[in-house]
C-alpha cells in the first residue's frame, strides 16, 4: 500500500466522520479521497466515481471544477447550524466563542467561493454512470 492510497482511506474517513457530524464538512475530504485514489487505486477511484451520493459530485469537480448549489446550500447550513450549535453549547463566552464561529464562518465562505455548477436544462437525462 502506498502513500496516496493511505492518504485516500484517511481523507475517506473524514468525510464519513463528517456525515455523521454536523460540524465537519463531508465534501471536501471525499473530494481529496477521490483525488489521492485517482493517484493510487484505480478500482477506489472508481467506486468512488460511481458511489450513489457522491459520484455526481466527484464526476461534476473532476470534469469541470464545480459543485452544485444543493450541495452548497447543504454545506453552508450545515456548517452554520452545527458548528454556532456546538459553539453555543460548549465553548466558553467570550473571545473564544467568537473565534471559533468566525471559524465556521470562514468555512461558509470557502464553500461559498466554490465555482457553482450549471443547472441542467429542465427536461434532461439525469447523468449516467461513467
Known sequence: ???WTLLGM???ALGFIGALLPIMPT???VLVAAACFARSSPKM???MRQ???FGRTIRNWEKNRCVS???KVWA???MTLGGGTSTWLFVPPGWMSWAVFGTFLIGDLVVLLLRECPAAPAGAEK???E
Do not use: A, C
Open 127 to 129: 447523468e449516467k454512470t
Open 27 to 29: 465534501v471536501p475530504f
Open 45 to 47: 477511484h472508481r467506486w
Open 51 to 53: 458511489h450513489r451520493r
Open 76 to 78: 453552508i447550513t450545515m
Open 10 to 12: 484517511l481523507f475517506l
Open 69 to 71: 448549489r444543493r450541495m
Open 1 to 3: 500500500m502506498n502513500l
